[in-house]
């Protein structure tokens, strides 16, 4: 589970996130919609404990990200929507580390490791080193990488940038998958009929406040997301 709690992010004069407060429950698939510069990546960089924040508090299985950084990231994997990794490793090294820094075991890994990278197609290619890969494929290594840990939370910062239609239906399996085993998965989008299929909830914040929060059903009504999100900006 995840508690936004009145969290306010200033940079300067300006106010990123202003009081924003909200719960993503387990099982549940979570959408969080705005147009650029909205404040998406803001919060989810606090939620992830990359970026600071100026008040209120986040908590991830209701430990505080402020408080208890380290015990609150062993919960959650993240996947950024422009994957910075280490592009002189082999892409099998890099998801190794990943799992190192998690402290996987063997078994666990190797499965894990097998069953993500035959789902997205990079078998093949995990003995070649990153800088060698396409936008989509260093994706696939951070999501194979974020996978292979188990984590009990997933957040991902517009998950379907880049990827090919195989990945983006296999991403939607591995969310139903996770659902099913009472996980959480929060993440942001701008492909709104893709979040209206697979989320149960869903957040729309602009200029840095949260106007709407609610299940899908409740905040689009009769319309389609689409158009409650057009309405809303208007």
Same mark, same amino acid.
């Given at each position: 589970?995840?508690?936004?709690?009145?969290?306010?992010?200033?940079?300067?004069?300006?106010?990123?996130?202003?009081?924003?407060?909200?719960?993503?429950?387990?099982?549940?698939?979570?959408?969080?919609?705005?147009?650029?510069?909205?404040?998406?990546?803001?919060?989810?960089?606090?939620?992830?404990?990359?970026?600071?924040?100026?008040?209120?508090?986040?908590?991830?299985?209701?430990?505080?990200?402020?408080?208890?950084?380290?015990?609150?990231?062993?919960?959650?994997?993240?996947?950024?929507?422009? $994957?910075?990794?280490?592009?002189?490793?082999?892409?099998?090294?890099?998801?190794?580390?990943?799992?190192?820094?998690?402290?996987?075991?063997?078994?666990?890994?190797?499965?894990?490791?097998?069953?993500? *990278?035959?789902?997205?197609?990079?078998?093949?290619?995990?003995?070649?080193?990153?800088?060698?890969?396409?936008?989509?494929?260093?994706?696939?290594? *951070?999501?194979?990488? *974020?996978?292979?840990?188990? $984590?009990?939370?997933?957040?991902?910062?517009? $998950?379907?940038?880049?990827?090919? $239609?195989?990945?983006?239906?296999?991403?939607?399996?591995?969310?139903?998958?996770?659902?099913?085993?009472?996980?959480?998965?929060?993440?942001?989008?701008?492909?709104?009929?893709?979040?209206?299929?697979?989320?149960?909830?869903?957040?729309?914040?602009?200029?840095?406040?949260?106007?709407?929060?609610?299940?899908?059903?409740?905040?689009?009504?009769?319309?389609?997301?689409?158009?409650?999100?057009?309405?809303?900006?208007?």
């Amino acid at each position: 589970m995840i508690e936004i709690k009145n969290v306010t992010k200033k940079y300067g004069d300006n106010v990123a996130l202003n009081n924003v407060s909200f719960k993503v429950d387990d099982g549940c698939v979570f959408a969080f919609i705005g147009h650029n510069g909205a404040g998406k990546t803001t919060l989810i960089k606090a939620i992830t404990g990359i970026h600071d924040f100026d008040e209120g508090d986040i908590l991830i299985n209701g430990k505080s990200i402020k408080k208890d950084a380290i015990e609150c990231k062993k919960e959650m994997a993240f996947v950024p929507d422009n $994957p910075e990794l280490y592009e002189n490793m082999k892409a099998i090294d890099f998801i190794n580390f990943i799992c190192d820094m998690y402290e996987v075991d063997y078994v666990t890994r190797k499965n894990n490791i097998n069953k993500y *990278a035959k789902m997205f197609e990079m078998e093949d290619h995990l003995n070649e080193t990153i800088d060698s890969f396409s936008h989509g494929m260093k994706q696939k290594i *951070a999501l194979i990488s *974020a996978l292979s840990h188990n $984590p009990q939370i997933l957040i991902m910062d517009e $998950p379907f940038v880049g990827l090919d $239609p195989k990945a983006v239906f296999d991403i939607k399996q591995v969310m139903n998958e996770m659902v099913k085993e009472g996980k959480t998965i929060f993440f942001s989008t701008h492909i709104l009929d893709v979040a209206e299929k697979l989320c149960s909830k869903v957040a729309i914040i602009k200029q840095g406040r949260l106007v709407k929060v609610g299940t899908m059903k409740e905040i689009k009504g009769d319309k389609s997301l689409e158009k409650v999100f057009l309405e809303l900006e208007q």
